[in-house]
């Protein structure tokens, strides 16, 4: 609470030998105003609310009788992008070749394309994406994959781990290709 020190030493009197009246002096107590600053930070954390964490969205297949058939996808529906390092994107439509002539190379900015035209060409029944990282990889192009997934509404894509012959196909492309 404020506190005023009102006690003088008599009248306003003049003249030699009379002594200077006493100045008054303030003493403000700031200990309500902590008590006070308290209650509304505590007020404040308890009615904001809290934000809530992000996640992603997971379409988990549905369960079959046949356990090999669960994840069973036409070939022709069929898209598989394969990241490596410095940006690089290599894809595939259908199964890969076996002299690779369908094995092909983009980058980040026109994988979009890459995945509306297989879209656009594939009945959306079909359609599967198949993401397989390398260990070149980094997390932020896995990031990026699955954004545009998201971008370009593709219901059903797998994250899955690169075949042997899938990487020595790329380290061999990028062996004739150094960046």
Same mark, same amino acid.
């Given at each position: 609470?404020?506190?005023?020190?009102?006690?003088?030493?008599?009248?306003?009197? %003049?003249?030699?030998? /009379?002594?200077?009246? %006493?100045?008054?002096?303030?003493?403000?107590?700031?200990?309500?105003? /902590?008590?006070?600053? =308290?209650?509304?930070? @505590?007020? =404040?954390? =308890?009615?904001?609310?809290?934000?809530?964490?992000?996640?992603?969205?997971? &379409?988990?297949? +549905?369960? @079959?009788?046949?356990?090999?058939?669960?994840?069973?996808? +036409?070939?022709?529906?069929?898209? *598989?992008?394969?990241?490596?390092? &410095?940006?690089?994107?290599?894809?595939?439509?259908?199964?890969?070749?076996? #002299?690779?002539?369908? !094995?092909?190379?983009?980058? !980040?900015?026109?994988?979009?394309?890459?995945?509306? *035209?297989?879209? +656009?060409? @594939? #009945?959306?029944?079909? =359609?599967?994406?198949?993401?397989?990282?390398?260990?070149?990889? @980094?997390? +932020?192009?896995?990031?990026?994959?699955?954004?545009?997934? *998201?971008?370009?509404?593709?219901?059903?894509?797998?994250?899955?781990?690169?075949?042997?012959?899938?990487?020595?196909?790329? &380290?061999?492309?990028?062996?004739? &290709?150094?960046?």
């Amino acid at each position: 609470m404020a506190e005023m020190d009102t006690s003088s030493g008599g009248g306003h009197k %003049k003249g030699p030998g /009379v002594k200077k009246g %006493k100045k008054l002096s303030t003493r403000v107590d700031l200990t309500p105003m /902590v008590d006070l600053g =308290f209650l509304l930070i @505590t007020f =404040f954390i =308890f009615t904001t609310t809290m934000s809530q964490p992000t996640a992603m969205r997971l &379409n988990l297949p +549905k369960d @079959t009788e046949k356990p090999e058939e669960q994840n069973k996808a +036409k070939e022709s529906g069929a898209l *598989t992008l394969m990241m490596s390092k &410095n940006d690089v994107v290599y894809y595939y439509e259908g199964m890969l070749a076996p #002299d690779a002539s369908n !094995f092909k190379t983009t980058t !980040f900015k026109e994988v979009r394309e890459v995945i509306l *035209t297989k879209k +656009k060409s @594939t #009945d959306p029944d079909d =359609f599967v994406v198949v993401i397989k990282p390398t260990k070149e990889c @980094t997390y +932020k192009n896995t990031v990026d994959i699955l954004d545009e997934m *998201t971008i370009n509404d593709v219901k059903r894509y797998a994250l899955v781990d690169i075949a042997e012959v899938e990487q020595q196909l790329i &380290n061999m492309t990028e062996g004739a &290709n150094p960046q």
